[in-house]
Antibody
């Protein structure tokens, strides 16, 4: 079964750090770009960032709202994706989803994890 | 960044109805538009990629169309399980943006 499972969410104070993980199974992880998408409580979806695969030198892209505060990385040997978040703000409170990118240039997110909740509060 | 305007934000309909959701982008994106369904408390699910390509397993009552800046998602013959939220997403640029969402209610 193709699956993504996030972990690492929790409560953190403003200015703090958190590292989210995403374990992939059921597909060739190393072949795919992987992205993070978040959803604040009661709000819509917001793309957070991407890490490309080895052929694209694991290059990354980030949304302006998080650029400079987050780092997305991957470990293909462990079929794992990571999101390191620093200098967290209250507005970073959201469910964070790990997603698989599908369809080449179409950049569609065809597989989603169940999400992990990050709450930034004092 | 490309702005995506989705409408309506909410929509009331009945089982069996036909509904249309629209997304408009701030610049032409060819057919680089995807549609997702999100049920309450669940992760989104990809319905349509490339503006009109139905994902495997998605019922044929879902239809996507459009190109350039104007796109539509049409659901014909609404079923009880279709009452969810729907989002469009432009994938033309490396900074991807979603529409604000449409909540489809009974």
């Amino acid at each position: 079964e193709v699956q993504l499972v996030e972990s690492g969410g929790g409560l953190v104070q403003p200015g703090g750090s958190l590292r989210l993980s995403c374990a992939a199974s059921g597909f060739t992880f190393s072949d795919h770009y992987m992205d993070w998408v978040r959803q604040a409580p009661g709000e819509g979806l917001e793309w957070v960032g991407r890490v490309r695969h080895k052929a694209k030198r694991y290059t990354t892209e980030y949304a302006a709202s998080v650029k400079g505060r987050i780092t997305i990385s991957r470990d293909d040997s462990k079929n794992s994706l990571f999101l390191q978040m620093n200098s967290l703000k209250i507005e970073d409170t959201a469910v964070y989803y790990c997603t698989r990118v599908f369809g080449g240039a179409q950049n569609a997110f065809d597989i989603w994890g169940q999400g992990t909740m990050v709450t930034v509060s004092s | 960044d490309i702005q995506v305007t989705q409408s309506p934000s909410s929509l009331s309909a009945s089982v069996g109805d036909r509904v249309t959701i629209t997304c408009r982008t701030s610049q032409s994106i060819s057919t680089y538009l995807n549609w997702y369904q999100q049920r309450p408390g669940k992760a989104p699910k990809l319905l349509i990629s490339g503006a009109s390509n139905l994902q495997s397993g998605v019922p044929s009552r879902f239809t996507g169309s459009g190109s350039g800046t104007d796109f539509t998602l049409t659901i014909s013959g609404l079923q009880p399980e279709d009452f969810s939220s729907y989002y469009c997403q432009q994938s033309y640029t490396a900074v991807f943006t979603f529409g604000q969402g449409t909540k489809l209610e009974i």
